[in-house]
């Protein structure tokens, strides 16, 4: 089993769609649990991130996380084509390096 | 600020030839910093840290090597490329705050071995 899965998709979706999309993980250790944006042929860029279980809002975007489940989810309201690109969760146990994990990402595109 | 610098953002190698990337950072002193190799559906893989002028940890065996020559540069290379090392190579920089790791990237650089 993966440390980190992630559905790679691609995703299409008109624009104004609500998009899901979700992580689980398998090491109970990850306390802290991210989102990255990676736009085509640049690097990723942190979005959200969240400490433990709960949800955390920002603008469109929200992140929950239910460490019960080892389940992550961001959701993304009234999407836009500038939505477009790969999305890629992050978990790290708290520490540095080797126990940061990616998930291997969702590729979503929205649909003007 | 701190940013990330990475170069080249393309390159296109025979197999065989030899590489170098290089990633340098500004803003920051003793950065931790990192190579991944993000493989379509495979997501980042981490092939290199470092934590200090000299200091290289290597997470999985291959043909690539790294170096810490100045506390803000970090190097990748290898001797002669496989056609297997094509791919997208990311430079971080990671830092911690309050428990919470986070990771700045340069542009990465897109290789691909013929």
């Known amino acids: 089993q993966k440390e980190v899965e992630q559905d790679p998709g691609p995703l299409s979706v008109p624009e104004g769609a609500i998009v899901s999309l979700n992580c689980t993980y398998s090491n109970s250790a990850f306390q802290y649990f991210m989102w990255y944006r990676q736009y085509s042929r640049k690097g990723p860029e942190l979005l959200m991130y969240t400490y433990s279980s709960g949800n955390k809002e920002d603008g469109r975007f929200t992140a929950q996380v239910d460490k019960s489940s080892k389940y992550i989810s961001l959701f993304i309201r009234d999407s836009q084509p500038s939505d477009s690109a790969t999305y890629l969760c992050a978990m790290s146990a708290g520490n540095y390096g080797q126990n940061f994990v990616f998930g291997p990402g969702t590729r979503l595109s929205v649909l003007p | 600020s701190q940013t990330i610098h990475q170069w080249p953002a393309t390159l296109v190698q025979p197999v065989g030839s030899p590489l170098s990337l290089e990633c340098t950072v500004e803003g920051t002193s003793n950065p931790n910093l990192y190579w991944y190799r993000q493989a379509a559906g495979r997501g980042l893989q981490l092939l290199f840290y470092?934590?200090?002028?000299?200091?290289i940890s290597s997470e999985v065996p291959q043909n690539l090597s790294a170096s810490r020559p100045q506390d803000r540069q970090f190097i990748l290379s290898s001797k002669k490329l496989l056609l297997s090392d094509s791919g997208f190579y990311l430079c971080?920089?990671?830092?911690?705050?309050?428990?919470?790791?986070?990771?700045?990237f340069g542009q990465g650089t897109r290789l691909t071995v013929v």
């Open positions: 971080a920089w990671l830092r911690e705050d309050r428990g919470l790791t986070e990771a700045f």
């Open positions: 470092s934590v200090g002028i000299g200091q």
